[in-house]
Structures are given as C-alpha cells and as structure tokens.
C-alpha cells in the first residue's frame, strides 16, 4: 500500500453498505457468482462464494470451474483496491468516496491454480501491493473449506 494511505482507518457504516450494494448487487456478474463481503479493510478484503450446482466446471468431481476461480479473485483483488481508495480518501463524505469507483478496471490478471477447487465454500483473499495515482497492483487468494490454498493470483488495475 502506498506510504499515504491511513491503514487504520475504520469504515463508515454508510460507506460499507455502499461498497456492499456495488459489489454484491450492482455488479450483476458478481451476484451471479454468488460472490459475499466478509471483511471489508482498507488494507485487505475477504470475499465468499458457496458452491452450488452452476458453478461447476467438472461434473464427475463437483468441482469448481476455473473462469469461477479467475473472476472471484478479478473481482476481489478490485475491491481490495476499492477498500484502498477508500482508506486514502477519508477526508471525503462516502458517497463521494464510492463515486470514485467508476474509472476502475482490470489491466492483467494472472492466476495460478494449485488444487482442484473442490468444497462446499471458498473464501478469497485479496490485498493491495501498491496503490499509485494510475495503477494498483494486488495479490489474492482461493481458499478452500479448510483453508487449503487453491489458487493464487496478483493483478494490476487502472484507478484513474
């Protein structure tokens, strides 16, 4: 993260039901995904997926598809960056500090799939590296159940 972002900074409760309504609502692929915000920090960020039967990608093991796997961490390591911004922009009310969130967009996206993503649930993990005036950068995680590591992936986002 970068040296000017408050990483104790606390949340409102305004800008974390904000944050929750664009992640879990407003982007519909994201609710299709079953996707959940479990922490929500300014220095990282815990997201959740269920298992259920549309997101498998191999029948015979129940398991999980990749593109699943690619797009929860895509979508975790953003709002790692969004929780970012946030933090670096508490001098701003919240709703001003959510309408930032419009320029975000994925530059590259790298993922490493180490297990079969095999479980009931997964939770993914995603921190920001670095936080500069145009480019974020990010590394997450796929965890399974048992908080097996299944799959990693780091990321670069435009944030202006």
Known sequence: MSKHTP?????????????????????????????????????????????????????AYNRVHGGVISAGLDATGALAVMAAIGAKHMDEPPAQRLARFHKLGTIDLRVDYLRPGIGTHF???????????????????????????MSAGSAAYIVS
Do not use: W
């Open 7 to 59: 990483l104790a900074a606390v949340f409102e409760p305004e800008f974390i039901a904000g944050m929750k309504d664009i992640f879990e609502q407003r982007i519909v692929f994201n609710q299709m995904l079953g996707l959940k915000i479990v922490t929500l920090q300014p220095d990282r960020v815990v997201a959740r997926i269920d298992m259920k039967p549309e997101l498998v990608g191999h029948f």
């Open 123 to 149: 939770e993914l993990h995603a921190q920001v590296l670095r936080l500069g005036s145009r480019v974020a950068s990010t590394r997450m995680e796929f965890v399974g159940p048992e908080g097996q590591l």
